[in-house]
Each structure stands twice: as C-alpha cells, then as structure tokens.
C-alpha cells in the first residue's frame, strides 16, 4: 500500500514540474517574440487583440519564436496549391 501511494506522488510531481515547465516557455516565447512578421518584416502589435488572433505564432523549443502575419499566411497557402 504504501509503495503504491509513494508511486502516486511521484507521478504527481512529474506532471506538476512539466507544466511548470510548458510554462515557463510560453512565458519565454512571448517575451522573446518578435514585433515583426518572420516573412515580411510587417509590424506586429502584441497589445491588438485581433492581431493576436490573425497572426501565425511558431513556437519552437530550440529556435528562436517565429510569427507571420495574415498576409503571408494566405500566400503560404497559395503557393502550396
Ligand atoms: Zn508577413
């Protein structure tokens, strides 16, 4: 019983420390996030909430935080047809 129990902590812990953890990057990927689109240099404005949602934000652990704007999203699409 009372390994059972030490076991349960244990996963406990791990799953506390990887959401710290996923936490910690988004609180890093969006300081580090770039004012401008990856592609074409548009500004992008963190505060505008609709920008927010129209932009394309990659998130990767070992490169740097990349965006694009709506713009470039739609021509990502086009040239993939
Ligand atoms: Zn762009």
Same mark, same amino acid.
């Given at each position: 019983?009372?390994?059972? !129990?030490?076991? !349960? !902590?244990?996963?406990?812990? #791990?799953? *506390? !420390?990887?959401? *710290?953890? &996923?936490?910690?990057?988004?609180?890093? #990927?969006?300081?580090?996030?770039?004012?401008?689109?990856?592609?074409? #240099?548009?500004?992008?404005?963190?505060?505008?909430?609709? #920008?927010?949602?129209?932009?394309?934000?990659?998130?990767? &652990?070992?490169?740097?935080? *990349?965006?694009?704007?709506?713009?470039?999203?739609?021509? &990502?699409?086009?040239?993939?047809?």
């Amino acid at each position: 019983m009372g390994l059972a !129990r030490t076991i !349960r !902590r244990q996963k406990q812990k #791990a799953a *506390k !420390r990887q959401a *710290k953890k &996923e936490m910690t990057a988004v609180v890093h #990927a969006l300081a580090s996030m770039p004012d401008t689109c990856s592609v074409c #240099a548009a500004p992008f404005d963190k505060k505008d909430p609709v #920008a927010m949602q129209d932009w394309q934000v990659e998130v990767s &652990e070992t490169e740097d935080t *990349k965006i694009m704007c709506l713009d470039c999203q739609v021509m &990502e699409v086009e040239n993939e047809i």
